[in-house]
């Protein structure tokens, strides 16, 4: 295993945090989304319930918290966001679960492109960089059927070409840091803006980096024999990234964007530690390019009245090379696969007046190509096409003045869905597979600074071409008889703002309820290898509550989920057996309030109920208990002269108990990390 030194150490952070009380601090700032529902702005810690007109419930997260890494992966960010659960597979790839749904049933779009169509129909969170975004933004449940095909449990939003030009908008920005591993991350970023009026050009390019030889292991945790009894074994990584953003806006409105980003890795992948046989892989080599060109006319007059039109094209290309070794020292090449993935999306949306309300529709077509290469082996080629048609109807239930229900919004929608794989390797072909989706929502005004939102929905999701043919170096057995997905979904909540205790909260509730059928499951084969199959049905329903307080500097915070997660095999319908890593509780609490030396402190109690995992070596359930972890950060910010207007310094304690908690069944969580950071904007 290779070591390296420390590359470059931010000395000025442990000074600024202890700097004279001359400096101000400076509040965090939120961004703002003309498309959502408002409620009163505040300063947040990290995230702040947001309630869509469509009757979804979702969350944004506030990049620039002291909590939240800087330059961060799209891991590191939404382990912060409530509701999720964030997960390391044996693969090694960062994924999510959300309301008893797996992380293919979730759409990550970047400027409304997916990253989820490719050749997994899921995406390594561990490697997109998101030091571009604007903004994240996770909603929950009741998807739109605009936002294309195979969204079904919900939607990560990263918006980085997106937006109006905005003068008042810092472009300009350094951040980094280093950990008590040796571990190193920074990056800058650099733009500019031309405008002196409505309308306007904006650049931005930036990059960064991130190094690491490995992550700690939490206390009592044991690997393998000769492993390092301090870091987790093959926990390396090498990444370094890119990213390109401009936008034109004319005096009338109409604008064109384009966004791109991209990255090069080199990673290790832990093996489990609960099976004979884990995988004994490194990943040498991963790369990716995605870039978007957008464009939209200004609502004006068209022949049937007034309207936009909006086009996207978007690329997501990369490769990457998987190389699996006889032991775990990691000195002789047993097999090889490389891999080459290409998908095309193209989208079309108008929005058009109807009425006092709104026409909204959405053409997206998407093509991905794989290409796989074992060695030994041979070359497979495969490919799938998918389409989805949607509209959407949003409107006012009853005019102005008519009291309660001119605050009242409805949303009405249907789509077409079409899969096909042209393209299968040699080995069994699919005919194309048509199908429906639909969903209503609306929301409606119930007390000041409170709505009131609720939907219900149908989509489906066509099975990837890794879940139809792959065999993952002899992981899994393929299986191309496999049957789309269907989600239907239910939903009502709440979101508010209340004045409690001389303070202000923040609060969203939320109901739901949720039944897949033909639901695809891994299933153990009792030889070690998995085989995924159709389930008859897997219904998930509980409820969501997240709260936000602040009485002056101090905040209290937190979030809590309780659902009830049920299987039902078809094989044997009378068993019921247990769903993978979805626990029936899960939440957290924060607390911040200010320290002398005008520093600031926030701890976080994360708490995960008992889950199950299937153990591949016995063919059966096995209980993950229920863990606990502290996060503590201290922080200050301080306005500054020069290129830059504020200085953010933070010190934070990870895992401060140094627990073991398990993202999956022999995978654990970094145990207590020492990370020091700095942001200047």
């Known amino acids: 295993m290779r070591r390296r030194g420390v590359r470059w150490l931010p000395l000025g952070i442990v000074c600024a945090l202890v700097a004279g009380d001359a400096v101000a601090q400076v509040p965090d700032s939120v961004s703002r989304d003309t498309t959502i529902t408002r409620l009163r702005e505040l300063r947040i810690e990290a995230t702040r319930p947001i309630a869509s007109v469509s009757g979804a419930s979702a969350v944004r997260l506030s990049l620039q918290s002291p909590h939240v890494a800087a330059v961060p992966l799209l891991e590191e960010a939404l382990r912060e966001v409530p509701f999720v659960q964030v997960r390391e597979n044996s693969r090694g790839e960062a994924q999510l679960t959300l309301r008893g749904t797996e992380s293919r049933q979730l759409a990550v779009l970047v400027d409304g492109v997916p990253l989820t169509l490719g050749w997994d129909a899921r995406t390594d969170l561990s490697l997109i960089p998101i030091d571009a975004a604007r903004e994240v933004e996770l909603f929950r449940g009741i998807s739109s059927v605009l936002h294309g095909p195979n969204v079904l449990g919900g939607v990560v939003s990263i918006e980085i070409g997106h937006g109006t030009v905005d003068p008042a908008r810092r472009l300009n920005g350094v951040q980094g840091g280093v950990d008590a591993t040796g571990a190193t991350f920074g990056g800058a970023r650099l733009g500019r803006t031309w405008s002196s009026g409505p309308g306007g050009v904006s650049v931005q390019a930036g990059g960064a980096f991130r190094s690491r030889d490995g992550v700690p292991l939490p206390g009592g945790v044991a690997q393998p024999a000769g492993a390092d009894p301090q870091r987790r074994l093959n926990s390396d990584l090498d990444h370094a990234s890119a990213f390109f953003t401009g936008r034109y ?114 053409l997206t077509w998407a093509e991905t190509r794989h290409v796989e290469r074992l060695v030994p082996g041979r070359r497979s080629v495969f490919r799938q096409r998918l389409l989805s048609l949607g509209g959407e109807a949003e409107f006012p239930l009853a005019g102005p003045g008519s009291g309660f229900w001119s605050g009242v919004r409805i949303s009405l929608g249907a789509s077409f869905d079409r899969g096909s794989t042209p393209e299968t390797g040699g080995r069994q072909r699919r005919e194309a597979i048509d199908d429906w989706g639909a969903r209503i929502g609306g929301s409606a005004q119930i007390a000041p600074g409170a709505r009131f939102h609720m939907g219900a929905s149908r989509r489906v999701r066509f099975p990837s071409l890794r879940e139809l043919y792959s065999g993952a170096l002899g992981r899994f057995v393929p299986n191309p008889d496999l049957a789309p997905e269907a989600l239907r979904a239910l939903e009502a909540g709440v979101t508010g703002t209340v004045d409690a ?37 897997v219904n998930a329903g509980g409820l969501e509550l997240l709260a936000d307080a602040r009485w002056g500097a101090f905040s209290l915070g937190g979030d809590l989920t309780l659902q009830d997660v049920d299987v039902t095999d078809e094989r044997f319908p009378a068993l019921r057996p247990r769903p993978e890593y979805q626990p029936g509780i ?58 830059f207007r504020i200085l953010q310094t933070s010190v934070s304690l990870d895992n401060l108990a140094d627990a073991t908690v398990f993202d999956q069944c022999g995978l654990p969580q970094p145990g207590r990390l020492l990370r020091l950071q700095f942001r200047l904007h």
Not at 265 to 282: D, F, I, M, Q, Y
Request: hydrophobic share 35%; aromatic share 8%.
């Open 501 to 537: 205790l001389g303070g202000e909260v923040e609060t969203q509730a939320v109901l739901f309820f949720q039944s897949f059928s033909n639901a695809i499951v891994r299933t153990g084969l009792g030889d070690g290898r998995f085989r995924r199959e159709n389930r008859r049905r």
């Open 586 to 643: 899960a939440g957290g609490v924060h607390l911040a309030g200010p320290l002398p030396a005008g520093l600031r402190a926030r701890a976080a109690v994360e708490a995960v109920g008992r889950q199950y995992c299937v153990d591949p070596d016995r063919a059966t359930d096995v209980a993950l208990n229920p863990t606990t972890r502290l996060d503590l950060v201290v922080s200050r910010e301080f306005t500054i002269d020069g290129p």
């Open 249 to 362: 806006e004319s005096e009338a409105g109409a604008w064109v964007s384009m966004s791109t980003f991209g990255y090069r890795a080199t990673k290790g992948v832990p093996p489990e530690l609960h099976v004979r046989s884990p995988r004994r892989w490194r990943i040498p080599d991963t790369q990716r390019f995605v870039g978007t060109v957008s464009g939209g006319t200004a609502w004006g007059s068209t022949p049937l009245g007034t309207g936009d039109f909006e086009f996207s094209v978007g690329i997501d290309a990369g490769d990457a090379q998987i190389d699996e070794f006889e032991t775990l020292a990691y000195e002789e090449i047993a097999e090889q696969e490389f891999a080459d993935d290409r998908t095309l999306t193209l989208r079309a949306l108008s929005d058009h007046e109807l009425g006092t309300g709104v026409l909204r529709s959405a």
